[in-house]
């Protein structure tokens, strides 16, 4: 099975690349093709058309007149700038528009052509005299393409409901009017006046709810064998059966007639339509408020067939909507016989759905009515995976109307949150769907569904397996998911999320493994892979941590280093590189949201996670060097947010300064980390700061730059760069003007710096630049602890800093401090450093 496995991976990798190649190919054959159309001159062009016009004249519709076509709209359409075509060419092409007999080809072409070079001063179009359905398709697309010009859209608009009037129900082409008029309700919605929006409302009133229930005949071709005429059978459901209600676009038939065609244009764009006049305020997307009495008074109404043709025709509309939708619901409960049409109902109950929770926001008397029928179609689609972007639109209904029906939905908010990423993290359509629908309800969410910031780790999956079509979504729902009981564990999961792309490709590798039939109990046996540790026992309770559905099992485990060797073969796979590449940014996402509300204890939590956490990442390429500088740029702000977390996190801060090894692993973060030692290790900052606690950061620190420093003449000299001596330096110094009694120390050991970098070791390793800085740094330095009281207003400037009095007074300005300084710095240097 392992060998059956490889051998379908190297198949797929294979796959792969021959697609990829191909892809290649094809990218550089359309982009050679695009170029040599760009490069056409105008007298080609000119000449070109001329042969087009020729052809066109003749009706000669072959082939050769389509390829021309393709090529014009390419040679007019791959510029930004526009091509201008004959006056001729432009009428040619709106007479075969009108000519009936015209392939449908030809006609799509020169109107695509059309709506490429208009509008143009040399063809004005009209609708005004068509009447046949087609040409009033392809002709309206191009003058709306155009935007609203001397009245266009009003023109189209009048001329199409004058033909919905004029037009009988059984006639043919009515249905090719409807784009047409959801066209004009995406560019222009206020066109329509209050009686044509009534007189077409009650038109789709007809059309939805008293189709046919027949079948429709076919066209007779003519002849001597022309088949005899039958009687039209009966209209079906899904599972074969005769339908017993009226027709939807669930009823199946061989052939439909006119005005069953119309149904289902009509369904297409009723959301549409009741999105822009179903409120009962003219052309509003919001629903005015209706008292109880007026609500009750509408349900009962609603509630006779008969009475509702008393209703206003909005009204109406809304109720024989609200019928279509329980009827598909209904239809949706049958078995389909076709594949097809299993996916069709899904369709539908998705549109079905969101039908109506607009109905209900526009009119809540529907709540009442609706919710038995959403409740029992819930119960049947929970315990089935395959209706998973079905349940979206439900859980959206129960989280918009469920406080007004007093109903408890938060089984149903716990199924979505917590079995659903679990089982279909890998599908991408229903991870995009639900992310969506967190993202748009990010404030309802967070506000009223508990589980929602619970089932983080859960969440966090979809990002983890499609990080980057996700990544822009996450960025807008990260900060509602955070919380400060959460907060830590969030930093925990985002640092582990590659980790997370891991288990989860491990989890897939074992389930399609022949050895996954069996848990690998003997614990001693190292694993040679992530999917053989997935199924060891001893890897169990990490992965379980890791693949976790709620949060609250813990921040993080003690293990994790294990884990992360046991899945060191994933760390190279594109979807985990994918994964970690998002993790600096999500990271800044993060701080910017907890720094909002982070208190003391909070920050203190954090910096100790920052601390541990720099040296405990998944080892993939450049992902602990980001993470680090963001943790660098991070432990600032938190400082200056809280400086007392240098004193009261003193013992973790030291222990990790002692650690040589972190300036050769991490010496961004480290400098960043010697340098809030030195800045806010101070009495101004908190009043807690004691002489012996600087004095243990200056011992640790002095210690660790006499490490670094000394010469070890049997030994490699690790190099460390000029900013890590010279932080060391200015943070020593720092100290030492807070408790003068370490000035001598600092004094000595910078009189040293010389020596150090002049021995024929050290100076092979640095510049001359780099050796000028250290000693440039050590000398003012030295001159600056030579007059304690300035170098303690230099090197430890105080919160007040800002204060206005620094600048103001005369006898304690900082231009005056400053006058001082340069007066100290011009002196000669001290003995340890002449040249």
Known sequence: MLQKLFSNSVSQQFNICKTTQLKRWSCDYFQNRMHRNREVQDEDLQKFCSRITTLLQNKEYNKETTDSLQKLFLIVSATKYGRTLPRDVLQKFHSTLCFLKAPQPVLALCSAILREVLPCTTLTLSCDEVNDMKTMSLLSSIILAQGSKNGDIEAVCSHVLKLLEARQVESQGSRFLLPILSKILDVAPTTLNEEQVNAVSKKLVDWLRYASTLQGVPLSSGGFFSPRSRQPASILEVDGAVAGDFFTLLSIGHYYTEDQWLNMHSFSMIRKWLQCFGASGFNSNDADEKSELDSSVMSIVSASSTSSRLMPPKERLREKTFEYCNRLIEQSDRKAIKKSDSELQKACLIEAMILLDLICRQDPSFVYRAFPVVKALYGRICADSGFARVLLPVVQFYLNHSELAAVDSEAIYRHLFTKIPSELYHDSMVAFEIVQFCRRNRKKLSENVGIFHKSFPNIFKFLAWNAPCLFPDFIELLPELIRPDTSLEILHSLLDLPCLTAALEAQLRSQSSLASEKMITDQNRKALNSAEAFQNQYY????????????????????????????????????????????????????????????????????????????????????????????????????????????????????????????????????????????????????????????KFFETLEALLFEITQLRASAHVPKYSPRVITILMTTLAKLASRSQDLIPRVSMFLSKMRPFVRSAMISSMYSEEDIQEILTRATELNNLLKVPNVAQVILGSSVDIVNPRWYKDTNASLPLTLRTISKVLQREPAPGFSA
């Not at 046991?566 to 998002?582: E, G, I, K, S, Y």
């Not at 200056?640 to 040589?660: G, M």
């Not at 480290?670 to 600087?694: K, L, N, P």
Request: proline content about 4%.
């Open 540 to 695: 169990r309770s990490m992965f379980s941590y890791i693949l976790r559905v709620e949060a609250g099992a813990g921040d993080t485990i003690d293990r994790l280093n294990l884990l992360h060797e046991a899945l060191l073969d994933m760390a190279q796979r594109p979807r985990v590189v994918q994964c970690a590449q998002t993790v600096p940014i999500l990271l800044q996402v993060f701080f910017n949201v907890v720094i909002k509300f982070a208190d003391g204890p909070l920050i203190n939590q954090l910096v100790l996670v920052i601390l541990e956490r720099s040296s405990l990442l998944y080892d993939i390429p450049d992902f602990k060097t980001e993470v680090q500088r963001v943790f660098s740029s991070q432990l600032l702000v938190l400082c200056k947010l809280y400086p007392p977390l240098i004193v009261e996190q003193s013992k973790e801060l030291l222990e990790f300064c002692a650690t040589v090894s972190n300036i050769i692993n991490k010496e961004t973060f480290f400098t960043h980390v010697v340098w809030a030692i030195g800045e806010y290790m101070s009495f101004s900052y908190d009043r807690c700061c004691t002489v012996e606690q600087i004095t």
